[in-house]
C-alpha cells in the first residue's frame, strides 16, 4: 500500500492507494472510526458493483450501516439531491458523532462531502473514489460543493475527509468513456508541474499498460495536490494552478448543460483552446499545444471548441466562482511542466478564448 499524508493546520489525513483495497475496507475504516453508525452515500452505477461488498465487509467489522443510492450524472449534482441526502440522514437519526462514507465519482464526493460539511454543522466522513477523475483530483484537497442552474460548484466549501481509500482495481470496470475522462485530469497533473507523467503516458501503447502503472500514476498526481493544497489550502494562490482548463471546461460543460461532454472531456477543450490561444500570443512557449494535440487524442480526448455563441460564454465566466472585482485569473503554460497565474481583466476575456 502506498500512502500519502496531507497536513494541514486544523486537520491531517491519510491518502490510503492499494490495489483491491475495498475487500479490506471494514478494517481499514475501523481504525480510524470507533463509532458503530455509518450512513454510505453512492449513486446507482457504483451501487451495482461495489455496494454489497463495501456493506459486507463494514457489516463484518460490527458498523452499522445505511446508504443512500442517487441518480449517476452531474444532473444530480443539485440543491434538490442535496435535500433528499439530508431528509435521508435525518431518517436515519444521524448525529454528530457518526460517520458518513462518500462510494463514488466525482459527483457523488462532492455531494456527499457538502452534505457531510453542513449538517449538523458537520459530520465526519471518508471519501472512496471509484472513477480515475475523483482518485487522482476532486477526492483530495476538501473542496466539496453542489452546482445552481447558473453554474457550476457555486454552493461549497473547503472541508476535509478524515481519510481517502483508493482501489486501483474498480479502474477494471470503468467505460472506456469515463477513464479517459479522468485521464484528462492526469494530463493536467503533467502539464502543470511534471512532464514526465505526459511523457510517461504518451509512451504507453494501451489501457492495460496505463493500468499496469495506474498506481504510480495516482501516487504522482495526488502528491502534487498534497503539495499545492497544504501551501495554498483556501484557492486564493498557487492552487489556482489545479484549474487550468477548468474555467473555459465548466462554461463548455454548463452551456450544454452537462448534457454533451463530460467533465474530462470540457477539461480538455479548455486546457487545448487556451493553450493555442496563449502560444499565439507569446506567452506559451511554441510546439506545446502540439504536445498536448498528441496525448489528447491519444486517449481519445476533444481538442476542438464546439459550435458555441460566444458572448453566452463569456456571460458564463462573468458568473464564474473564481471571478472577483471585475477580473479573473487564468492559468497558462509557460512550457509543458510549468504554469503561471494570469490575472486578467473581465471584460477582457475574449481575447484569450475567441
Given at each position: 500500500?502506498?500512502?500519502?499524508n496531507?497536513?494541514?493546520?486544523?486537520?491531517k489525513y491519510?491518502?490510503?492507494?492499494?490495489?483491491?483495497?475495498l475487500?479490506s475496507?471494514?478494517?481499514?475504516?475501523?481504525?480510524?472510526?470507533k463509532?458503530?453508525?455509518?450512513?454510505?452515500v453512492?449513486?446507482?452505477?457504483?451501487?451495482?458493483?461495489?455496494?454489497?461488498?463495501?456493506?459486507?465487509?463494514?457489516?463484518?467489522?460490527?458498523?452499522?450501516v445505511?446508504?443512500?443510492?442517487?441518480?449517476p450524472?452531474?444532473?444530480?449534482?443539485?440543491?434538490?439531491?442535496?435535500?433528499?441526502?439530508?431528509?435521508?440522514?435525518c431518517?436515519?437519526?444521524?448525529?454528530?458523532?457518526?460517520?458518513?462514507?462518500?462510494?463514488?465519482?466525482?459527483v457523488?464526493?462532492?455531494?456527499?462531502?457538502?452534505a457531510?460539511?453542513?449538517?449538523?454543522?458537520?459530520i465526519?466522513y471518508?471519501?472512496i473514489?471509484?472513477?480515475?477523475?475523483?482518485?487522482?483530483?476532486?477526492?483530495?484537497?476538501?473542496k466539496?460543493?453542489?452546482?445552481?442552474?447558473?453554474?457550476?460548484?457555486?454552493?461549497?466549501?473547503?472541508?476535509?475527509?478524515?481519510?481517502?481509500?483508493?482501489?486501483?482495481?474498480?479502474?477494471?470496470?470503468?467505460?472506456?468513456?469515463?477513464?479517459?475522462?479522468?485521464?484528462?485530469e492526469?494530463?493536467?497533473?503533467g502539464?502543470?508541474?511534471d512532464?514526465?507523467?505526459v511523457?510517461?503516458?504518451?509512451?504507453?501503447?494501451?489501457?492495460?499498460?496505463?493500468?499496469?502503472?495506474i498506481?504510480?500514476?495516482?501516487?504522482?498526481?495526488?502528491?502534487?495536490?498534497k503539495?499545492?493544497?497544504?501551501?495554498?489550502?483556501?484557492?486564493?494562490?498557487?492552487?489556482?494552478i489545479?484549474?487550468?482548463?477548468?474555467?473555459?471546461?465548466?462554461?463548455v460543460?454548463?452551456?450544454?448543460?452537462?448534457?454533451?461532454?463530460?467533465?474530462?472531456?470540457?477539461?480538455?477543450?479548455?486546457?487545448a483552446?487556451?493553450?493555442?490561444r496563449?502560444?499565439?500570443?507569446?506567452?506559451?512557449?511554441k510546439?506545446?499545444?502540439?504536445?498536448?494535440?498528441?496525448?489528447?487524442?491519444?486517449?481519445?480526448?476533444p481538442?476542438?471548441?464546439?459550435?458555441?455563441?460566444y458572448?453566452?460564454?463569456?456571460?458564463?465566466?462573468?458568473?464564474?466562482?473564481?471571478?472577483?472585482?471585475?477580473?479573473?485569473?487564468?492559468i497558462?503554460?509557460?512550457?509543458?511542466?510549468?504554469?503561471?497565474?494570469?490575472?486578467?481583466d473581465?471584460?477582457?476575456?475574449?481575447k484569450y478564448?475567441?
Open positions: 500500500m502506498s500512502t500519502i496531507i497536513n494541514l493546520k486544523h486537520t491519510t491518502i490510503h492507494i492499494e490495489k483491491g483495497l475487500d475496507i471494514g478494517e481499514n475504516v475501523y481504525r480510524i472510526y463509532g458503530k453508525k455509518i450512513v454510505l453512492t449513486d446507482k452505477n457504483v451501487e451495482k458493483f461495489y455496494l454489497e461488498k463495501v456493506l459486507k465487509s463494514l457489516r463484518d467489522n460490527k458498523f452499522e445505511e446508504y443512500i443510492s442517487i441518480k450524472g452531474e444532473q444530480s449534482k443539485t440543491l434538490n439531491t442535496l435535500e433528499e441526502v439530508y431528509k435521508k440522514f431518517e436515519y437519526e444521524l448525529k454528530r458523532g457518526d460517520l458518513i462514507i462518500s462510494l463514488g465519482g466525482g457523488v464526493g462532492d455531494l456527499t462531502g457538502f457531510a460539511a453542513t449538517y449538523l454543522r458537520g465526519k471518508i471519501q473514489p471509484t472513477s480515475l477523475l475523483a482518485q487522482v483530483d476532486s477526492s483530495i484537497g476538501g466539496v460543493a453542489v452546482d445552481l442552474p447558473y453554474g457550476k460548484n457555486l454552493v461549497g466549501s473547503f472541508y476535509h475527509p478524515q481519510a481517502v481509500f483508493i482501489d486501483t482495481k474498480v479502474l477494471n470496470t470503468l467505460e472506456e468513456k469515463f477513464f479517459n475522462d479522468g485521464m484528462a492526469v494530463i493536467k497533473y502539464l502543470i508541474r512532464k514526465t507523467i511523457d510517461s503516458i504518451s509512451n504507453y501503447s494501451n489501457k492495460e499498460e496505463v493500468l499496469d502503472n498506481e504510480e500514476i495516482i501516487y504522482k498526481c495526488c502528491s502534487i495536490k503539495s499545492v493544497v497544504e501551501n495554498d489550502e483556501k484557492d486564493i494562490g498557487e492552487r489556482m489545479l484549474n487550468f482548463g477548468h474555467t473555459l471546461g465548466h462554461c460543460e454548463k452551456y450544454f448543460n452537462y448534457e454533451a461532454y463530460t467533465h474530462g472531456e470540457a477539461v480538455a477543450i479548455g486546457m483552446h487556451i493553450t493555442k496563449s502560444e499565439n500570443m507569446g506567452i506559451t512557449e510546439g506545446t499545444f502540439d504536445y498536448i494535440k498528441q496525448v489528447l487524442q491519444k486517449y481519445k480526448l481538442l476542438e471548441m464546439p459550435n458555441i455563441d458572448n453566452e460564454l463569456c456571460k458564463i465566466i462573468r458568473r464564474d466562482k473564481k471571478a472577483e472585482e471585475g477580473s479573473i485569473n487564468l497558462m503554460l509557460t512550457k509543458v511542466g510549468e504554469s503561471r497565474i494570469i490575472n486578467t473581465i471584460d477582457d476575456i475574449e478564448i475567441i
